[in-house]
């Protein structure tokens, strides 16, 4: 019987980092991924002559060595940074939407960003600059509360982050319409939306504030080798500390103890490991449904309380041009119908009308991640409801190609470059996909979606009582910090570090 003091079960991004973790607190740590490969989302795939990325857009809040961000500090404390080649993104986004005639590209840097914001909506600068200074101080209390581990004391919080409490419990467009923002900059500012993948209505003020003032204070950064890299990085450092990950091996069963804890893990080949604490970078929805025995109807309630976020769909191009030939411009655009985000919402529920894309040309980041004289492409959108649900087995595949013609026809059209003719290689991932390939009911990508009861405040402030059964701690997109690679990773940090408490206090 093999026994370790930790079992993570998923090499992504959260559990690679919650191995770190535990390795660096000492612990006997094994991971076990049902892959041949580490990443989960995070990785790449060969076509051809083309190393597509299969997801990151791009990384926030590493920043430069002399501007650097929170992920950058956990990458120097985990022991990666130097293991990666790291290329920085040229500019923030291009955003286009049909309804407002809308095509502006924003720059990184505050200062560059609120300068733009002025020329495009002369005006709007006291707004924008009101904007980041509160999303200055959210930054600052989130950072507060993840060294606490959510045990906030309400004393400092009031007194050191008051703007953050004034606005932590208001929407985007609450508080954006109180501090009196123009339609249009608002419009302009609300781009990022569709990376947190709930609309300004409903996405807590705080949790969007967090994520534009990482991207745009630092800048983004993407590995050269595509987001494989940074999860053979930690797989090293894995390694390196003396932990070790089973490739290939998918946990079935959790085994639990008289008092409902952790006492094992079963794998599919019916090997036991004897642990009693277990990291799960996959969903709560599919440990409590599938792989514990006798789960309390509290836990059961809880975790069906919460909302799926959208279904990813991505289309990947390997074109035998270059971009500056294609008239392939930026490296990241956002296609809206409208900067309406309740509206798009309801727009991207359905196959038939969602037509939003975020979409990616590598090359204008890194012009070598493809062979000489092409180009790279990715086109993400999400759906809002399980419509894939209801596709027909015999409909599948004239879907998908359904839908990455509307993606090539809306790029073309929106931005004028031609990339029909230049295709040499061409793949789809549809939620079918996705389901697959990390497990995630209905093919989800971005964990449970940021919602107003339940969005990044109140699940960082209610850590302690989400940690529902004893030995049991979650990772990943599901968890606290919700989805997003940095988001994965800090949540890989703190289950980690917890994991490390709850081994202690044991003895
Ligand atoms: C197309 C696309 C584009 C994206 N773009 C961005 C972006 O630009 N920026 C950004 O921040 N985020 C982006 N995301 C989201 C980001 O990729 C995810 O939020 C993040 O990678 C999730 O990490 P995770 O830790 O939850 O692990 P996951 O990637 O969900 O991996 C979970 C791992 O656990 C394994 N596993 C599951 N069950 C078991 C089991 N029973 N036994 C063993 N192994 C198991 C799976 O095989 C998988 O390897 C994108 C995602 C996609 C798909």
């Not at 759906?383 to 993606?407: F, H, I, L, Q, R």
């Not at 968890?479 to 289950?495: E, K, P, T, V, W």
Request: proline letters at 3%; a neutral charge; charged letters at 25%.
């Amino acid at each position: 019987m093999d026994k370790y003091d930790a079992v993570v079960i998923g090499a992504g991004n959260g559990g690679l980092v919650a191995a770190i973790r535990l390795l660096q607190g000492g612990a006997k740590v094994l991971v076990v991924e049902k892959h041949n490969l580490p990443g989960g989302f995070a990785t790449s795939f060969r076509r051809g002559r083309f190393e597509f990325e299969a997801s990151l857009h791009e990384l926030n809040d590493f920043g430069p060595a002399d501007n650097g961000g929170d992920v950058r500090a956990l990458f120097d404390s985990l022991g990666v940074t130097d293991k990666i080649e790291w290329t920085p993104i040229p500019e923030a986004y291009r955003v286009i939407a049909r309804k407002e005639k809308l095509d502006v590209t924003m720059p990184f840097g505050v200062k560059a960003f609120i300068d733009k914001m002025e020329k495009e909506v002369p005006g709007s600068r006291l707004s924008t600059e009101r904007f980041f200074q509160l999303a200055d101080d959210t930054r600052a209390a989130q950072k507060y509360t993840n060294e606490r581990n959510g045990v906030v004391e309400s004393s400092v919080m009031v007194k050191e982050y008051g703007n953050y409490v004034r606005t932590g419990s208001y929407s985007v467009n609450e508080v954006l319409d109180s501090i009196r923002m123009p339609k249009k900059a608002q419009d302009i500012l609300r781009a990022y939306w569709c990376y947190l993948g709930a609309h300004c209505d409903d996405l807590s003020f705080s949790h969007y504030a967090s994520m534009v003032i990482r991207y745009i204070s630092r800048g983004a950064m993407m590995p050269k080798m595509r987001s494989h890299e940074i999860s053979l990085a930690l797989c090293e450092r894995i390694r390196e500390l003396g932990g070790e990950i089973w490739f290939n091996t998918e946990a079935v069963k959790i085994e639990t103890g008289a008092d409902g804890g952790v006492e094992g893990v079963i794998l599919d080949d019916g090997r036991r490991i004897v642990t009693r604490h277990v990291v799960a970078n996959c969903s709560p929805l599919v440990v409590y449904g599938r792989m514990m025995d006798g789960v309390p109807e509290k836990i059961v309630r809880a975790t069906n309380a919460r909302k799926l976020a959208g279904r990813g769909f991505t289309m990947f191009l390997g074109l035998n041009k270059s971009a500056d030939e294609l008239g392939i411009e930026n490296h990241n655009y956002f296609l809206y119908d409208t900067m309406d985000s309740a509206a798009q919402y309801e727009i991207m529920k359905k196959i038939d009308t969602n037509e939003v894309q975020a979409t990616v040309c590598l090359n204008r980041a890194y012009p070598e991640c493809s062979p000489p004289g092409t180009s790279m492409m990715y086109f993400t959108t999400l759906y809002m409801s399980d419509d894939w649900g209801n596709v027909k087995p015999e409909d599948y595949a004239k879907t998908k190609e359904k839908v990455a013609n509307k993606m090539i026809d809306r790029f073309e059209r929106d931005t004028g470059a031609k990339i029909r003719d230049s295709i040499e290689e061409i793949s789809v991932a549809t939620p079918m996909t996705y389901a697959r390939y990390c497990g995630h009911p209905e093919g989800g990508i971005y964990g449970y979606e940021s919602q107003y009861w339940d969005g990044l405040n109140p699940r960082l402030q209610m850590m302690a009582h989400d940690h529902m059964t004893r030995g049991l701690r979650f990772a990943g997109g599901f968890a606290m910090r919700l989805s997003g690679y940095s988001s994965a990773y800090f949540s890989g940090d703190i289950s980690g570090r917890q994991t490390v408490g709850d081994i202690k206090k044991e003895g």
